[in-house]
Protein backbone atom coordinates (compact mmCIF):
# COMPACT_ATOMS: atom_id res chain seq x y z
CA UNK A 1 0.00 0.00 0.00
CA UNK A 2 1.67 3.33 -0.78
CA UNK A 3 2.17 6.24 1.32
CA UNK A 4 -1.52 8.46 0.91
CA UNK A 5 -0.03 11.41 2.45
CA UNK A 6 2.57 11.44 -0.77
CA UNK A 7 -0.76 10.73 -2.91
CA UNK A 8 -0.85 13.31 -5.93
CA UNK A 9 -5.12 13.97 -4.40
CA UNK A 10 -3.58 14.74 -0.81
CA UNK A 11 -1.33 17.13 -1.71
CA UNK A 12 -3.27 19.06 -4.52
CA UNK A 13 -5.75 19.63 -1.59
CA UNK A 14 -3.02 20.90 0.89
CA UNK A 15 -1.25 22.80 -2.05
CA UNK A 16 -5.08 24.49 -3.00
CA UNK A 17 -6.00 25.01 0.40
CA UNK A 18 -2.95 26.93 1.61
CA UNK A 19 -2.79 29.14 -1.62
CA UNK A 20 -6.45 30.30 -0.96
CA UNK A 21 -5.30 31.35 2.47
CA UNK A 22 -2.61 33.16 1.53
CA UNK A 23 -4.75 35.07 -1.11
CA UNK A 24 -6.88 36.10 2.18
CA UNK A 25 -10.15 34.43 0.57
CA UNK A 26 -10.31 31.88 3.90
CA UNK A 27 -10.35 33.87 6.96
CA UNK A 28 -10.10 31.47 10.48
CA UNK A 29 -12.53 28.43 8.95
CA UNK A 30 -14.09 29.85 5.76
CA UNK A 31 -14.20 28.28 2.62
CA UNK A 32 -14.31 24.48 1.99
CA UNK A 33 -13.24 21.55 -0.98
CA UNK A 34 -14.33 18.69 -2.18
CA UNK A 35 -13.46 16.51 -4.97
CA UNK A 36 -14.52 13.21 -6.47
CA UNK A 37 -11.63 10.54 -6.57
CA UNK A 38 -11.22 7.55 -9.08
CA UNK A 39 -11.83 4.69 -6.39
CA UNK A 40 -9.21 2.28 -8.05
CA UNK A 41 -6.64 5.28 -7.76
CA UNK A 42 -7.88 5.74 -3.83
CA UNK A 43 -7.36 1.73 -3.41
CA UNK A 44 -3.41 2.35 -4.06
CA UNK A 45 -3.54 4.05 -0.61
CA UNK A 46 -6.28 3.24 1.41
CA UNK A 47 -7.95 -0.56 2.22
CA UNK A 48 -12.02 0.65 0.80
CA UNK A 49 -13.11 -2.14 3.33
CA UNK A 50 -12.01 -0.64 6.19
CA UNK A 51 -14.42 1.85 7.46
CA UNK A 52 -13.76 4.05 10.34
CA UNK A 53 -16.82 5.81 11.37
CA UNK A 54 -20.27 6.16 9.33
CA UNK A 55 -21.35 9.68 9.75
CA UNK A 56 -25.37 10.29 8.63
CA UNK A 57 -25.64 12.90 5.70
CA UNK A 58 -29.15 14.21 6.81
CA UNK A 59 -30.15 14.04 2.91
CA UNK A 60 -30.55 11.78 0.18
CA UNK A 61 -27.25 11.47 -1.74
CA UNK A 62 -28.28 8.27 -3.43
CA UNK A 63 -27.22 9.78 -6.71
CA UNK A 64 -23.72 9.52 -6.17
CA UNK A 65 -23.71 6.14 -4.16
CA UNK A 66 -20.29 4.52 -3.72
CA UNK A 67 -18.27 7.77 -4.78
CA UNK A 68 -15.35 8.68 -3.09
CA UNK A 69 -14.60 12.42 -1.73
CA UNK A 70 -11.73 14.11 -0.35
CA UNK A 71 -13.38 16.94 1.77
CA UNK A 72 -12.20 19.79 3.98
CA UNK A 73 -13.52 19.37 8.31
CA UNK A 74 -15.80 21.11 9.40
CA UNK A 75 -14.82 24.10 11.58
CA UNK A 76 -10.94 23.28 9.98
CA UNK A 77 -8.50 26.11 8.89
CA UNK A 78 -7.70 26.18 5.35
CA UNK A 79 -4.38 27.81 7.01
CA UNK A 80 -3.14 24.57 8.58
CA UNK A 81 -4.33 21.91 6.16
CA UNK A 82 -0.91 21.79 4.67
CA UNK A 83 0.36 20.95 8.49
CA UNK A 84 -1.82 18.19 8.79
CA UNK A 85 -3.51 16.94 6.19
CA UNK A 86 -4.46 13.97 8.49
CA UNK A 87 -7.05 16.27 11.05
CA UNK A 88 -7.80 18.48 8.45
CA UNK A 89 -9.34 16.45 5.60
CA UNK A 90 -10.90 13.30 5.27
CA UNK A 91 -11.97 10.48 2.69
CA UNK A 92 -15.45 9.39 2.52
CA UNK A 93 -17.66 7.16 0.35
CA UNK A 94 -21.04 8.09 -0.10
CA UNK A 95 -22.97 4.42 1.52
CA UNK A 96 -24.72 2.23 -1.03
CA UNK A 97 -28.39 3.61 0.55
CA UNK A 98 -27.09 7.53 0.14
CA UNK A 99 -27.90 7.97 3.23
CA UNK A 100 -24.19 8.35 4.94
CA UNK A 101 -21.05 9.32 4.35
CA UNK A 102 -18.23 6.17 5.48
CA UNK A 103 -14.95 7.64 6.92
CA UNK A 104 -12.03 5.52 5.11
CA UNK A 105 -9.47 7.83 6.19
CA UNK A 106 -8.35 11.53 7.91
CA UNK A 107 -10.67 13.68 10.28
CA UNK A 108 -8.19 12.15 12.85
CA UNK A 109 -9.64 13.90 15.55
CA UNK A 110 -13.03 12.17 15.45
CA UNK A 111 -14.32 15.20 13.26
CA UNK A 112 -16.40 15.39 10.17
CA UNK A 113 -16.81 16.90 6.83
CA UNK A 114 -17.16 20.69 6.17
CA UNK A 115 -20.82 21.73 7.17
CA UNK A 116 -21.11 22.63 4.00
CA UNK A 117 -21.21 19.11 2.68
CA UNK A 118 -24.17 19.04 1.33
CA UNK A 119 -24.14 21.90 -0.57
CA UNK A 120 -21.51 20.57 -2.13
CA UNK A 121 -22.64 17.04 -2.45
CA UNK A 122 -26.07 18.44 -3.98
CA UNK A 123 -23.81 20.41 -6.53
CA UNK A 124 -22.11 17.99 -7.69
CA UNK A 125 -24.91 15.82 -8.41
CA UNK A 126 -26.76 18.79 -10.18
CA UNK A 127 -23.19 19.15 -11.96
CA UNK A 128 -22.39 15.41 -13.05
CA UNK A 129 -26.34 15.61 -14.39
CA UNK A 130 -25.00 18.26 -16.61
CA UNK A 131 -20.86 16.93 -16.75
CA UNK A 132 -20.31 13.50 -16.32
CA UNK A 133 -16.87 14.59 -16.14
CA UNK A 134 -17.24 17.16 -13.19
CA UNK A 135 -15.13 16.63 -10.38
CA UNK A 136 -14.62 19.42 -7.78
CA UNK A 137 -16.57 21.67 -6.17
CA UNK A 138 -15.17 24.83 -4.21
CA UNK A 139 -16.76 27.73 -1.91
CA UNK A 140 -14.58 30.56 -0.51
CA UNK A 141 -15.26 33.78 0.62
CA UNK A 142 -13.44 35.98 -2.43
CA UNK A 143 -12.39 39.74 -1.03
CA UNK A 144 -13.46 41.72 -3.97
CA UNK A 145 -16.73 39.59 -4.72
CA UNK A 146 -18.08 39.65 -1.44
CA UNK A 147 -17.50 43.66 -1.50
CA UNK A 148 -19.25 43.61 -4.73
CA UNK A 149 -22.47 41.92 -3.62
CA UNK A 150 -22.62 45.13 -1.51
CA UNK A 151 -22.98 47.38 -3.77
CA UNK A 152 -24.27 45.82 -6.88
CA UNK A 153 -27.73 44.36 -7.76
CA UNK A 154 -27.65 40.64 -6.80
CA UNK A 155 -29.37 39.17 -9.92
CA UNK A 156 -27.83 36.44 -12.98
CA UNK A 157 -28.08 38.68 -15.51
CA UNK A 158 -26.80 42.28 -14.00
CA UNK A 159 -24.30 40.57 -11.77
CA UNK A 160 -23.16 38.30 -15.05
CA UNK A 161 -23.24 41.54 -16.93
CA UNK A 162 -21.16 44.08 -14.66
CA UNK A 163 -18.42 40.90 -14.35
CA UNK A 164 -18.34 40.01 -18.54
CA UNK A 165 -17.31 44.43 -18.46
CA UNK A 166 -14.57 44.12 -16.24
CA UNK A 167 -11.63 41.82 -17.85
CA UNK A 168 -12.02 40.96 -21.57
CA UNK A 169 -11.39 36.88 -20.69
CA UNK A 170 -14.65 37.15 -18.28
CA UNK A 171 -16.89 36.11 -21.53
CA UNK A 172 -14.50 33.35 -22.37
CA UNK A 173 -13.95 32.10 -19.18
CA UNK A 174 -17.70 31.76 -18.14
CA UNK A 175 -19.83 32.33 -21.09
CA UNK A 176 -22.75 30.83 -19.54
CA UNK A 177 -22.54 33.65 -16.94
CA UNK A 178 -22.39 33.37 -12.54
CA UNK A 179 -25.65 32.48 -10.42
CA UNK A 180 -26.27 34.71 -7.30
CA UNK A 181 -28.44 33.63 -4.73
CA UNK A 182 -29.84 36.20 -2.24
CA UNK A 183 -28.59 36.05 1.62
CA UNK A 184 -29.71 32.61 2.94
CA UNK A 185 -28.37 30.88 5.84
CA UNK A 186 -25.74 28.70 5.46
CA UNK A 187 -24.98 25.28 6.00
CA UNK A 188 -28.11 24.31 5.70
CA UNK A 189 -29.96 21.51 2.81
CA UNK A 190 -32.26 24.66 1.76
CA UNK A 191 -28.99 26.60 0.55
CA UNK A 192 -27.56 23.61 -0.84
CA UNK A 193 -30.90 22.92 -3.18
CA UNK A 194 -30.67 26.22 -4.22
CA UNK A 195 -27.55 26.06 -4.73
CA UNK A 196 -27.75 22.75 -6.88
CA UNK A 197 -30.67 24.35 -9.03
CA UNK A 198 -28.47 27.17 -9.88
CA UNK A 199 -25.24 24.69 -11.10
CA UNK A 200 -27.89 22.99 -13.17
CA UNK A 201 -26.80 26.36 -15.67
CA UNK A 202 -23.85 27.81 -13.58
CA UNK A 203 -20.16 26.12 -12.93
CA UNK A 204 -19.95 29.84 -10.68
CA UNK A 205 -22.37 30.42 -8.00
CA UNK A 206 -22.29 33.57 -5.88
CA UNK A 207 -23.95 33.47 -2.19
CA UNK A 208 -24.80 36.89 -1.62
CA UNK A 209 -23.03 38.29 0.95
CA UNK A 210 -21.32 35.42 1.79
CA UNK A 211 -19.18 33.71 -0.55
CA UNK A 212 -18.59 31.71 -4.01
CA UNK A 213 -19.47 28.26 -5.04
CA UNK A 214 -17.23 27.19 -8.43
CA UNK A 215 -17.14 23.79 -9.86
CA UNK A 216 -15.40 22.03 -12.45
CA UNK A 217 -13.79 19.04 -13.88
CA UNK A 218 -10.30 19.96 -12.12
CA UNK A 219 -9.22 21.84 -9.20
CA UNK A 220 -7.88 23.98 -11.82
CA UNK A 221 -10.71 24.91 -13.70
CA UNK A 222 -13.00 25.25 -10.55
CA UNK A 223 -10.15 27.61 -9.10
CA UNK A 224 -9.71 29.47 -12.20
CA UNK A 225 -13.29 30.35 -12.71
CA UNK A 226 -13.59 31.79 -9.23
CA UNK A 227 -10.09 33.72 -9.64
CA UNK A 228 -11.54 34.97 -12.71
CA UNK A 229 -14.59 36.30 -11.17
CA UNK A 230 -12.62 37.66 -8.30
CA UNK A 231 -10.04 39.63 -10.44
CA UNK A 232 -13.32 41.03 -12.50
CA UNK A 233 -14.89 42.05 -8.93
CA UNK A 234 -11.81 43.50 -7.81
CA UNK A 235 -11.76 46.06 -11.05
CA UNK A 236 -15.31 46.60 -10.54
CA UNK A 237 -14.61 47.52 -6.93
CA UNK A 238 -11.41 49.81 -7.74
CA UNK A 239 -13.46 51.54 -10.04
CA UNK A 240 -17.00 51.56 -9.33
CA UNK A 241 -16.76 55.19 -7.09
CA UNK A 242 -14.93 56.77 -10.36
CA UNK A 243 -16.43 58.45 -13.78
CA UNK A 244 -16.22 55.25 -15.81
CA UNK A 245 -14.93 56.93 -19.23
CA UNK A 246 -14.50 53.62 -21.14
CA UNK A 247 -15.85 49.76 -20.79
CA UNK A 248 -15.97 46.83 -22.96
CA UNK A 249 -18.77 47.59 -24.89
CA UNK A 250 -21.84 44.81 -25.46
CA UNK A 251 -20.91 44.10 -29.42
CA UNK A 252 -17.27 43.83 -28.69
CA UNK A 253 -18.07 41.38 -25.96
CA UNK A 254 -20.10 39.49 -28.38
CA UNK A 255 -17.10 39.80 -30.86
CA UNK A 256 -14.97 38.37 -28.50
CA UNK A 257 -17.74 35.30 -27.72
CA UNK A 258 -17.95 34.38 -31.54
CA UNK A 259 -14.14 34.63 -32.10
CA UNK A 260 -13.26 32.02 -29.01
CA UNK A 261 -16.41 30.04 -30.11
CA UNK A 262 -18.19 29.99 -26.60
CA UNK A 263 -21.69 29.02 -26.09
CA UNK A 264 -22.81 32.70 -23.96
CA UNK A 265 -25.77 33.71 -22.64
CA UNK A 266 -26.93 36.25 -25.20
CA UNK A 267 -29.88 37.55 -22.72
CA UNK A 268 -27.42 38.23 -20.21
CA UNK A 269 -26.18 41.68 -22.67
CA UNK A 270 -28.17 44.05 -22.60
CA UNK A 271 -30.35 45.38 -25.56
O1 LIG B 1 -17.09 26.12 6.30
O2 LIG B 1 -17.33 28.85 4.73
O3 LIG B 1 -19.96 28.59 4.69
C1 LIG B 1 -17.05 27.46 6.58
C2 LIG B 1 -17.85 28.22 5.63
C3 LIG B 1 -19.30 28.17 5.79
ZN1 LIG C 1 -18.64 30.15 3.68
Same mark, same amino acid.
Given at each position: ?????????????? @??????????????? +??????? #????? &?????????????????????????????? $?????????????????????????????????????? +??????????? #??? @???? #???????? &????? @??????????????????? $????????????????????????????? %? $?????????????????????????? +?????????????????????????????? %???????????????? &? %?????????
Amino acid at each position: MKNILNAPFVEEMM @HTAANMYRLGWDERN +GGNISWM #LDAQQ &VGEYLDLNQVLRVLPLGFDAKAIAGKIFIV $TGSGKYFKNVDRDPELNLGIVRISENGQDAELLWGFSD +GGRPTSEFPAH #LMS @HMAR #LAVDPENR &VVMHT @HPTYTLAMNYVHELSDSKF $THSLWQMCTECIVVFPEGVGVLPWMLCGT %N $TIGEATAEKMKEFRVVIWGMHGVYGA +GKTMDEAFGLIETVEKAAQIYMLTAHLPRV %NTIRDEEMIELAEFFG &V %NYRKDFLLG
